[in-house]
């Protein structure tokens, strides 16, 4: 090899590595349930610690999509899931959030929080001061030892939350975690999240129905077309951080949401014109 | 206050005896009054104590087995489809089996023991504890199931963590259901031929037609079942607080 050879080749690798590397990839996903296909030859890449939010029409396959990279479903054959550049089993690698909160009735909110550090095998004392000093982070400061019946829903979500972040992976899926609040708390919970994510660091796969919050959160908004699912669109949210409210009123902001909503709407027609037919 | 709720209804229920008996003026024969009973219990106070305690080690002992078995059966029928389909109808042909039938074979088999009586009042509890913790397992969120999963929990962990727990408030309806037939379980054990026992008591004071005794050995089943049952609601109201707030 000559020097000139050489040294191409190092840049070339040193250029690219970082780039390449992908804490999840997928190539070729697809999943089969009887006659329904939800979905088909899906590709995606997610950075190190980047924020992608995932939207697209109900039904189209995002949850189980979640469910395949949480290890909880097999892709059908073809397609491969690489955690870290590695086919391995995924079960208990992805820190998992899925539509409902989930809570146990029986366990306050320390005790639900820690419910995956318990199963890893953690002393419950440990665990238990980990999410002590932890609950002030996520707004539950004082209801410690409240069972989650006595809880608002925003509440709930935040020791869903806790309970996800507790449970240590740098992959974080979350499946609409905030679909079910009112306007107000879900603007807050946005911020809040944003809060934490640039404090505890982690890669994180966000789903939403909401345009908006998809914009706000994510540092790249992926589109998925109606059933069968694959992706769409992918579009880089190149705003600032940290993002504040005012945000949402900006040409910048407007512009992406103009994009995105077209894409969005042309697949939702389809699916209800699917579901017409 | 806990006391009081339980103490007042049943001085309500003394006083309603008592009450009937003196205004209507029940003939003795059907309804002696309720002084004369609990004089008569008085009277022999180590007889009936001893009578309490026995009866209540027979029904106790088959009331816990029972419970056991029932949530270990149901526990290996939910895992295991194939040992369901298998074991189950066998479960519930076992069941249809009168208890009094059941209890002569008992009887015939381990002679005038308290294994004979346990195993008819475990005959009677393991069914409906089986049968609730079953539909308890079965009604346990699968989502729930997958979120653990995806914590990677071993199976053990599930059962232990989320099954189990989900499965309570079905399991302790059973074994309130359970108390009382355990108890009526030791009863009939009793029957045939023990010297010693509430049913023993009962049956004795029927064949010599001594009415008070009759009624004496009532109030004294009456105690062993709601001691039974007084332990069953205290371990649920403590296991089971988050019930009716769900
Ligand atoms: N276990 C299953 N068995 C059969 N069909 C399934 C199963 N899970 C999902 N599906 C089907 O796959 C399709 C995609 O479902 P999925 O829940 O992934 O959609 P989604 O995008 O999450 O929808 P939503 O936005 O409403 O949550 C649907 O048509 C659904 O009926
Ligand atoms: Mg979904």
Known sequence: MTDAADQLDQLLTVGEAPAARAKLQLNGVSRRFGAVQALAKVDLGIAEGEFVTLIGPSGCGKSTLFNIVAGLLEADTGGEVLLDGAATSLLGKVAFMPQRDLLLPWRNVLDNAILAAEVEGRPKRAARETARAMAADFGLKGFEDHYPQQLSGGMRQRVALMRTFMFDRDLMLLDEPFGALDALTRAMMQRWLLDIWSRYRRTILFITHDIDEAIFLGDRVVVMSARPGSIKLERRVELPRPRDPALLTTPAFNAIKRELLDAVEEESMKTFAAGAA | ?246
């Open chain 2, 1 to 246: 206050m806990a006391l009081l709720r339980l103490v007042l209804p049943l001085l309500l229920l003394a006083a309603l005896w008592e009450g009937a008996v003196a205004l209507l003026q029940i003939s003795p024969f059907y309804l002696p009054p309720l002084r004369q009973v609990l004089g008569a219990i008085w009277a022999l106070g180590p007889a009936y104590a001893q009578a309490f305690m026995v009866t209540l080690g027979e029904a106790v002992a088959g009331f816990v087995v029972g419970g056991l078995v029932g949530v270990v059966s149901a526990t290996a029928f939910h895992h295991q489809r194939w040992l369901r389909d298998m074991l189950f109808p066998l479960f519930v042909a076992s069941q249809t089996v009168p208890v009094i039938a059941f209890g002569a074979i008992v009887v015939l088999w381990f002679g005038n023991t308290l294994l004979a009586k346990a195993a008819i009042a475990f005959y009677l509890t393991f069914f409906p504890v089986t049968v609730n913790a079953l539909a308890g397992f079965e009604a346990v969120d699968p989502r729930q199931v997958a979120l653990l999963r995806s914590f990677g929990a071993s199976r053990r962990d599930i059962w232990w963590k989320l099954l189990l727990p989900s499965a309570l408030p079905r399991i302790f309806t059973a074994l309130r259901l359970s108390a009382g037939l355990a108890l009526a379980g030791a009863i009939v054990g009793e029957w045939f031929g023990a010297s010693i026992g509430v049913g023993a008591m009962l049956l004795a004071a029927l064949f010599n037609e001594q009415v008070v005794a009759m009624w004496a050995a009532i109030l004294t089943a009456a105690a062993v079942g709601g001691a039974i049952f007084g332990v069953v609601a205290l371990v649920e109201a403590r296991l089971v607080f988050w019930r009716d707030e769900l």
